[in-house]
């Protein structure tokens, strides 16, 4: 079995910060991408940033210059640091990473439960 927790959400004034986390558990054998979606109420689910295991990072254009994402490759963990978000941030956070499971040839994404992220005005 494999388990991604997610932590860290909340509510949060605009302009002020939040970081969340994701631990990956279970019988892994390697992670390649890590990433974090959102899903607004009414919504489609959205790409928010993804890291690749060395490190090499991708953001949605809306949160460039106050999202940042980091990993740690030991601890099999992804985070993201929202800096100054808005309201329109606004929405449950769910972390992915795309993984090998022991006894498997390949790789397949795995979803956490998510965390909900309120950001007041």
């Known amino acids: 079995q494999v388990q991604l927790v997610e932590s860290g959400g909340g509510l949060v004034q605009a302009g002020g910060s939040l970081r969340l986390s994701c631990a990956a558990s279970?019988?892994?054998?390697?992670?390649?991408?890590m990433g974090w979606y959102r899903q607004a109420p009414g919504k489609q689910r959205e790409l928010v940033a993804d890291?690749?295991?060395?490190?090499?990072?991708n953001y949605a254009d809306s949160v460039k210059g106050r999202f940042t994402i980091s990993r740690d490759n030991a601890k099999r963990s992804v985070f993201l640091q929202m800096n100054s978000p808005k309201p329109e941030d606004t929405a449950t956070y769910y972390c992915?990473?795309?993984?090998?499971?022991?006894?498997?040839?390949?790789?397949?994404?795995?979803w956490g439960q998510g965390t909900q992220v309120t950001v007041s005005s």
């Open positions: 890291i690749t295991y060395d490190g090499n990072t």
């Open positions: 992915l990473a795309n993984l090998r499971r022991t006894g498997y040839p390949i790789s397949f994404d795995y």
């Open positions: 279970g019988s892994i054998v390697s992670i390649n991408k």
